[in-house]
């Protein structure tokens, strides 16, 4: 099972007789432990510590469900005979144990336990697991992710719209930029944006309209053109731009992405779009949103004296009380 990837899909029965899915537990952390056989001393031991330890687990929005090819009448009797608290699946065929990677060579059960995110991602696993301290193991990581989760995304807070770049970007990294902006939501899944990845030659097109305090832009491997037009997306009443909004989306999907991957990406208003309009054979009724500059961290030094301070300077925002109002409209207006 890869980390840090979606969990696999499953459907499978509890001791009830209920069908259970992972989507079930959307919004939540899932332990989900595999173990042989119900009423094995080591299964017994790994179902009554975890029932012990239920309510902490869901203080920190953590559901645990065990997972064994037992039937449902087996499952019962564990459940009764060892006073167990929480729920266990029955996987007959082992297929899901494979999917998650908890077999063993002969196609016997590992014993193993994965730890499901509240967006569905595997973020850890154990693999032949012992019993003895185990789920306080567990519980300790489900505490630090809960508590990593809880605070600010880091790739939103390192994020920033840094010039000292340069560099190379393959054409492979290009398309993983732009699968994450396609994946921004969008009005009635409309899709309106547009992006046209400038490298090499066409690049010089948009150089043309580059304006002086965007010089540094030149540097950039790859310059995306981010392009729309309103018909693309829903007609909204009192003028709302909506295709505009959702293409901002998308941009900055595009740029936690490129946090993520240790690249630069920094978004341009400062150019003429006519010149690069005609440069890039943009429709005359598109309109030219916004250029991204990517590439790769340099050193500052290729920056002007001016650009350098502000590149070592911390990162500026208004107080949280300037945009955010609860309940009513609250801000100055002069």
């Known amino acids: 099972m890869k980390l840090f990837h979606p969990a696999p899909k499953f459907e499978l029965t509890d001791s009830q007789g209920e069908l259970v899915t992972r989507d079930h537990f959307a919004g939540r952390y899932l332990v989900l432990y595999f173990y042989p056989k119900a009423n094995t001393s080591g299964c017994t031991r790994e179902g009554q510590e975890f029932t012990a330890r239920k309510k902490d687990f869901a203080k920190l929005h953590a559901d645990v469900v065990g997972v064994s090819p037992d039937g449902l009448n087996a499952l019962c009797k564990f459940i009764e005979s060892k006073d167990l608290g929480i729920p266990l699946l029955s996987d007959p065929h082992k297929g899901v144990a494979e999917q998650f990677g908890a077999l063993n060579e002969k196609g016997g059960i590992l014993r193993s336990t994965f730890l499901i995110d509240r967006a569905g991602v595997v973020r850890w696993q154990w693999k032949k697991v012992r019993v003895d301290g185990h789920v306080d193991e567990v519980y300790a990581m489900v505490e630090q992710l809960h508590a990593a989760d809880e605070a600010m995304n880091p790739l939103v807070a390192v ?57 540094w832009a030149k540097a950039a491997p790859v310059i995306f053109a981010v392009v ?25 999907g595009l740029q936690l992405q490129a946090t993520q991957m240790g690249l630069l990406a920094h978004p341009m208003a400062g150019f003429d779009p006519a010149v690069v309009k005609k440069g890039l054979a943009i429709p005359d009724d598109h309109v030219l949103i916004a250029l991204v ?20 300077a911390p990162r500026e925002r208004k107080a949280l009380g300037d945009v955010l109002a609860f309940d009513r409209f609250d801000f100055k207006t002069d």
């Open 228 to 252: 729309s037009r309103p018909e693309l997306d829903c007609q909204l009443s009192m003028d709302r731009e909506y295709w505009m909004f959702d293409s901002g989306m998308a941009v900055m």
């Open 293 to 312: 500059a990517v590439g790769r961290p340099v050193d500052v030094d290729v920056l002007d004296a001016a650009q350098q301070k502000m590149e070592r």
């Open 159 to 215: 994020r920033r719209s840094k010039r000292a770049l340069g560099g190379k970007v393959s054409r492979t990294t290009i398309k993983r930029l732009v699968q994450a902006a396609h994946l921004a939501p969008s009005c009635f899944n409309m899709q309106p944006w547009r992006f046209i990845a400038t490298t090499g030659a066409s690049l010089e097109a948009v150089h043309a309209g580059l304006k002086g305090g965007n010089a």
